[in-house]
């Protein structure tokens, strides 16, 4: 499946930003998607998955709370409802998608291009 990612841009601190990723190809319902992040210098890492069906999410403790990611199998899409945005969270953001909603299966999956957001202090 082939992905595109967008709605990173520059926001203040506290602020919100929403990602969207979206999929080509029928098949995107049989695939559990995710989002990854990795800023300048430092390792890739996993933020948020959600089942095929959309019935199960996965976060990473830095974001939850404060992240909610949602998919919309209509519209091949998924998205990353980011509040409460830190300068620790700016980095280069990608979707993923995978046979199961582990960072593991999604890391060896299908992946976007990234999308940079930058939170400002």
């Known amino acids: 499946v082939q992905l595109q990612a967008s709605g990173g841009g520059l926001v203040q601190a506290g602020g919100s930003l929403r990602l969207s990723c979206a999929a080509s190809?029928?098949?995107?319902?049989?695939?559990?998607m995710g989002w990854f992040r990795q800023a300048p210098g430092k390792e890739r890492e996993f933020v948020a998955a959600?089942?095929?069906?959309?019935?199960?999410?996965y976060y990473a403790d830095s974001v939850k709370g404060r992240f909610t990611i949602s998919r919309d199998n209509a519209k091949n899409t998924v998205y990353l409802q980011m509040t409460s945005l830190k300068p620790e969270d700016t980095a280069v953001y990608y979707c993923?998608?995978?046979?199961?909603?582990?960072?593991?299966?999604?890391?060896?999956?299908?992946w976007g291009q990234g999308t940079q957001v930058t939170v400002s202090s």
């Open positions: 190809g029928r098949t995107f319902r049989r695939y559990a």
């Open positions: 959600i089942s095929w069906s959309g019935g199960s999410t």
């Open positions: 993923a998608a995978g046979s199961q909603p582990y960072s593991g299966s999604l890391a060896r999956g299908d």
